[in-house]
């Protein structure tokens, strides 16, 4: 009996162990978990971001010449700083550049150029049915071009073509993973487009070309 009782209390001190593990390594996983939540107070951000900007086709008209423009990819970077309600929406102002090099135009027109843009957009964000860590969210934003900017040479039409003011809008489908209660990366997929670019160039000429992006980024955002 008395071997029975110690292989007994033996096992039962061996249980209460391995409880006292699984409890320490369940408390420390909801200390990492906490950790790693995101802010849940109102308050103001900033963001920063890069990446792939691809120029739709363009249809050009300059000097009563008309042509068909396609460009490479290109780069785009930026940044914002907004506001977060602590509820699904937030809002914030954005500067962002973005540059694309022309891939195909008729020697017509001229051999090489690049199209560039500089935007300042106050947009909106509205945040949805989280996925574990993703916090997915779609937005909008309304705002006007510091500038717009296309390059032309080695051809009829070389020259500098730019203007400024012209209204912008954008639409946004994103996604955040908080990285700790200030830190979140995130990724976004957006439409951009210019209104009616027209612009001038020099002794009173002037080019008509579209501007319209959809654009890839990845960046980081950080909680004041």
Do not use: C
Not at 63 to 77: E, I, P, Y
Not at 107 to 121: F, K, L, N, P, V
Not at 123 to 149: C, I, K
């Amino acid at each position: 009996m008395k071997r029975i009782q110690h292989a007994s209390e033996q096992g039962d001190e061996g249980m209460i162990k391995h409880e006292l593990v699984i409890m320490a390594a369940l408390a420390a996983y909801a200390g990492v978990a906490q950790a790693e939540a995101p802010a849940t107070e109102p308050g103001f951000y900033a963001r920063a971001y890069g990446g792939l900007s691809t120029l739709n086709d363009s249809d050009i008209s300059t000097g009563g010449a008309n042509a068909n423009a396609k460009f490479s990819s290109g780069l785009m970077v930026g940044g914002a700083v907004g506001y977060d309600y602590a509820g699904p929406w937030r809002s914030e102002i954005e500067y962002t550049y973005r540059s694309s090099d022309v891939d195909s135009l008729p020697t017509s027109i001229a051999r090489e150029g690049d199209y560039a843009s500089t935007a300042i957009m106050v947009n909106g964000l509205y945040s949805f049915g989280a996925l574990g860590a993703v916090q997915p969210y779609v937005g909008a934003g309304v705002g006007f071009v510091t500038e717009v900017d296309f390059d032309l040479t080695g051809g009829p039409a070389a020259g500098q073509y730019s203007d400024s003011g012209l209204l912008a809008g954008q639409g946004i489908l994103g996604a955040d993973l908080a990285l700790g209660q200030r830190w979140t990366a995130f990724g976004e997929v957006r439409a951009f487009f210019i209104d009616d670019p027209n612009l001038p160039g020099a002794a009173g000429s002037k080019l008509q070309a579209q501007y319209q992006t959809i654009d890839f980024l990845l960046g980081a955002s950080l909680r004041f």
